[in-house]
């Protein structure tokens, strides 16, 4: 099983009870550490060619996460990267608070 499928996961379950009646803003903060922990598994799973089903499960689960923890980081994320044609990887979503 790839570790970025099971980091990913940790940090959509995160989100998901970072309301402010349960974990707050800290669990909104420890999901975006667990997303940007599934994305460095991911890279490096990709560039060691370690390349099948539970990677794309582990991206989509992380693509799914990233869009869902805060709508306006990927406002802030657009003002800090460069044009979309010049664009290789998002920065990690921390960069953007």
Do not use: C
């Given at each position: 099983?790839?570790?970025?499928?099971?980091?990913?996961?940790?940090?959509?379950?995160?989100?998901?009870?970072?309301?402010?009646?349960?974990?707050?803003?800290?669990?909104?903060?420890?999901?975006?550490?667990?997303?940007?922990?599934?994305?460095?598994?991911?890279?490096?799973?990709?560039?060691?060619?370690?390349?099948?089903?539970?990677?794309?499960?582990?991206?989509l689960?992380?693509?799914?996460?990233?869009?869902?923890?805060?709508?306006?980081?990927?406002?802030?994320?657009?003002?800090?990267?460069?044009?979309?044609?010049?664009?290789?990887?998002?920065?990690?979503?921390?960069d953007?608070?």
């Open positions: 099983m790839q570790p970025s499928l099971v980091f990913a996961g940790l940090a959509l379950a995160t989100l998901m009870k970072s309301s402010e009646m349960e974990l707050g803003s800290a669990g909104r903060e420890r999901a975006i550490w667990l997303r940007d922990k599934a994305q460095g598994w991911l890279e490096a799973s990709w560039n060691s060619q370690w390349i099948d089903m539970t990677l794309a499960k582990a991206a689960v992380s693509a799914t996460t990233l869009h869902s923890v805060l709508p306006d980081v990927l406002f802030r994320l657009s003002l800090y990267t460069s044009p979309p044609h010049t664009r290789s990887i998002l920065p990690s979503v921390r953007a608070l």
